[in-house]
């Protein structure tokens, strides 16, 4: 059977697959159309297969708030460059899209869905297909959800997706006002990374695993002084942990007259009402995972051999 040019651009773009491989896929099924998926499906889930080993630490995080609640996506690549590609972004909006829609209890449910531009794929399948299409390695690592809960969720992304951040709030009041100092609040998140909301979510457990650390710090510095002077030293340095650790302890940014909890009393007298933060979520992309370093024209030279 021949195979046309309107046949290889109707297999293209319901597999994302490059052109050759397209053609190579028809004239092998003998232009079957639905073989041709399958066979290409194959094909990408092997390539993938073969990548899988690879490290990947780049990526994008993405956010996306739609009426009632709010979702942030984590998806890594090898590389940056790849992250700055239109393809791989126009990706992790639709996993941003599909994590909207989950019901998924954990990662494993979730790459286990329907990928819902074309149910007959897996989320998984559909991530497959994308890597040998993107030629890199790919990996959706997280995501969450917040609701807005009786007040709102607000969004904000730095460097162009390298960190992102949910900010969820209880008001009784939301307007403009009140979404610009929960921008302003999630800003100061993305900077200056707290660990809690407030003191009240720090775990005893916590607390005296840091105490105990400050103690032998302190003894090791101070190891003359007496155990009651070096109490009150610990108790002084655990408090300046706290202010960094706890986002309403911080110092505002934009203010460092005032604290972020001060900051929110400020804005709450100016609209009327409380403003009340409940939770954030703050991603950093590759935040924890093992970096590739190699020299780039290394890399290049490995591609031109291969």
């Not at 329907?114 to 890597?131: E, G």
């Not at 917040?146 to 709030?169: N, P, S």
């Not at 003894?219 to 300046?240: F, H, S, V, W």
């Not at 007259?257 to 703050?282: H, M, P």
């Amino acid at each position: 059977m021949a195979i046309t040019a309107s046949m290889v651009k109707e297999l293209r773009e319901q597999t994302g697959a490059g052109m050759m491989d397209c053609k190579k896929a028809l004239t092998a099924v003998d232009g079957d159309m639905e073989k041709a998926v399958e066979f290409l499906r194959e094909k990408g889930l092997a390539a993938a297969a073969k990548k899988a080993g690879r490290i990947a630490a780049e990526g994008l995080v993405k956010t996306l708030v739609q009426d009632d609640q709010a979702v942030i996506v984590e998806v890594n690549s090898e590389t940056d460059f790849v992250a700055k590609n239109a393809d791989f972004q126009n990706y992790v909006a639709e996993v941003a899209a599909q994590a909207m829609q989950s019901q998924a209890a954990d990662m494993d449910a979730f790459m286990a869905e329907p990928w819902h531009l074309d149910t007959s794929l897996t989320v998984a399948q559909a991530l497959s297909s994308k890597i040998a299409v993107i030629g890199e390695n790919l990996s959706i690592r997280r995501y969450e959800k917040l609701a807005t809960d009786g007040g709102c969720v607000v969004d904000y992304i730095h460097g162009g997706g390298r960190i992102g951040v949910l900010v969820q709030a209880e008001t009784e009041v939301v307007n403009d006002e009140v979404k610009e100092a929960l921008k302003n609040v999630a800003m100061q998140i993305a900077a200056m990374k707290p660990q809690y909301v407030s003191r009240d979510e720090v775990s005893e457990e916590f607390l005296a695993k840091e105490k105990e650390i400050l103690m032998t710090q302190a003894k090791n510095e101070n190891p003359n002084k007496p155990a009651n002077i070096l109490e009150k030293m610990i108790i002084g340095r655990l408090n300046k942990e706290m202010k960094e650790f706890c986002l309403l302890d911080q110092p505002y940014v934009k203010d460092s007259d005032l604290t972020v909890a001060k900051y929110l009393q400020k804005v709450s007298k100016e609209v009327g009402a409380t403003v009340t933060l409940k939770k954030f979520v703050r991603y950093e992309t590759g935040e924890g995972l093992q970096k590739k370093e190699e020299n780039f024209a290394e890399e290049v030279a490995k591609q031109m051999e291969g």
